[in-house]
């Protein structure tokens, strides 16, 4: 098993930044691609990046060039920084975990909203 606990949501004005966290623990050596998901209201989940072990990267077109995932693999983490935020953006973000045999596990999720 797998857990996975998010912080780092919040309110913040357009243009503005926050930095998502989510530590992993339990069986974390065989996660392979840990990422993240967002859900607005009425809207279906969606991919929003995710990253590899080895680092490799991908992201929803809407966040390029705006939106930065990393990952500390010593500390079982994974982060999504997120610049130049838009209303659009607003949404519940769970973070993912998928392991080498393709199990998935999530977290609980955390609210980010974009507001003035």
């Known amino acids: 098993q797998v857990q996975l606990v998010e912080s780092g949501g919040g309110l913040v004005q357009p243009g503005g930044s926050l930095r998502l966290s989510c530590a992993a623990s339990?069986?974390?050596?065989?996660?392979?691609?840990m990422g993240w998901y967002r859900q607005a209201p009425g809207k279906q989940r969606e991919l929003v990046a995710a990253?590899?072990?080895?680092?490799?990267?991908n992201y929803v077109d809407s966040v390029k060039g705006r939106f930065t995932i990393s990952r500390d693999n010593a500390k079982n983490t994974v982060y999504l920084q997120m610049n130049s935020l838009k209303a659009e953006d607003t949404a519940v973000y769970y973070c993912?975990?998928?392991?080498?045999?393709?199990?998935?596990?999530w977290g609980q999720g955390t609210q980010v909203t974009v507001s003035s």
């Open positions: 993912h975990a998928q392991t080498y045999r393709l199990i998935e596990y």
């Open positions: 339990g069986i974390v050596f065989s996660i392979n691609a």
């Open positions: 990253i590899t072990r080895g680092g490799s990267t």
